[in-house]
């Protein structure tokens, strides 16, 4: 069995500066890694799906990359709509896949782990072009994809924007532009175990073609359940949590897991006396 641990949406600023002017990312995401490692030793890799950082300082990557790099196995890593990607390359060019620009201008790479393709495909555009925070996978990225997942095998994919309409106005405006040439692309592959993605703040299930997707929550802020159009964008502060995506027999399994403690397990076979 493959086991693959996935968190999202670091948002990290400098060290000492609060991302929002109000919250301590940097604890949060130390928090996170201690708890990964503590309860799980024996995973294949770490994915991390996007906005790294918040406004993407060469700081905030230094030290993300630092964190990161606790984790003992490979790590993924996906940019997002908050990511610097030519900063974010220079700070994780160590890190598996960033050192090389297999398509121009995106940060897409892909690497067999315990007999799992993971693709980690970028779905970030030039925010400080553009002044958007919507995703694009563009269709030089689609035809690497079709390439990849040709020769693939069982395939994991990484993205930040979910492929998907989540039903959260203020964070549909800013969805994936062009969802359908990839749902046109996975139609041509049956082999993608599951599409696991960010960028939502929350767990949200649904489906590209057949193929189940998942969004997790952030490990530190969380976006507001907001099931309309009129909402204004807003952040609530939910539980942190991640993902554990395990592959078995040529199905994907996925948890999500609590970042913090909730007290010792009791055991069903222990009633209290009456
Ligand atoms: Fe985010």
């Known amino acids: 069995m493959a086991v693959f641990v996935h968190l999202t949406d670091l948002h990290l600023r400098p060290p000492g500066v609060l991302t929002l002017g109000r919250i301590d990312t940097?604890?949060?995401?130390?928090?996170?890694?201690?708890?990964?490692?503590?309860?799980?030793?024996?995973?294949?890799?770490?994915i991390v799906s996007g906005d790294i950082t918040d406004l993407g300082e060469d700081e905030a990557y230094n030290r993300a990359a630092m964190l990161l790099s606790r984790f003992p196995v490979p790590v993924i890593v996906v940019p997002g709509n908050h990511d610097q990607t030519a900063a974010l390359r220079e700070a994780f060019r160590a890190f598996p896949g960033l050192g090389e620009e297999t398509v121009p201008g995106k940060a897409c790479h892909a690497h067999r782990v315990a007999g799992v393709t993971l693709v980690?495909?970028?779905?970030?555009?030039d925010q400080l072009a553009t002044n958007g925070h919507h995703g694009e996978l563009g269709a030089a990225q689609?035809?690497?994809?079709?390439?990849?997942?040709?020769?693939?095998g069982p395939a994991l994919?990484?993205?930040?924007?979910?492929?998907?309409?989540?039903?959260i106005g203020?964070?549909?405006?800013?969805?994936?532009?062009?969802?359908?040439?990839?749902?046109k692309v996975l139609a041509r592959h049956e082999n993608v175990l599951r599409i696991v993605c960010g960028h939502v703040h929350r767990t949200i299930v649904s489906e590209v073609g057949g193929v189940p997707a998942i969004a997790i929550p952030g490990?530190?802020?969380?976006?507001?359940?907001?099931?309309?159009?009129?909402?204004?964008?807003?952040?609530?502060?939910?539980?942190p949590a991640y993902g554990v995506h395990m592959v078995d027999n040529g199905r994907a399994i996925s948890h999500i897991g609590?970042?913090?403690?909730?007290?010792?397990?009791?055991?069903?076979?222990?009633?209290?006396?009456a």
């Open 120 to 125: 980690a495909l970028d779905t970030s555009i």
């Open 157 to 167: 994919i990484a993205m930040h924007h979910p492929p998907f309409g989540v039903g």
């Open 26 to 46: 940097d604890r949060y995401v130390v928090q996170a890694i201690d708890a990964i490692n503590a309860r799980h030793p024996d995973i294949d890799a770490v």
């Open 219 to 239: 490990v530190a802020h969380q976006v507001v359940m907001a099931l309309d159009d009129a909402t204004p964008a807003a952040l609530v502060m939910e539980p």
């Open 170 to 183: 203020f964070m549909d405006k800013i969805g994936l532009a062009d969802a359908r040439g990839f749902a």
């Open 142 to 152: 689609l035809e690497w994809l079709d390439a990849t997942l040709s020769q693939a």
């Open 258 to 273: 609590y970042v913090e403690s909730y007290g010792t397990p009791v055991l069903f076979d222990n009633p209290v006396p």
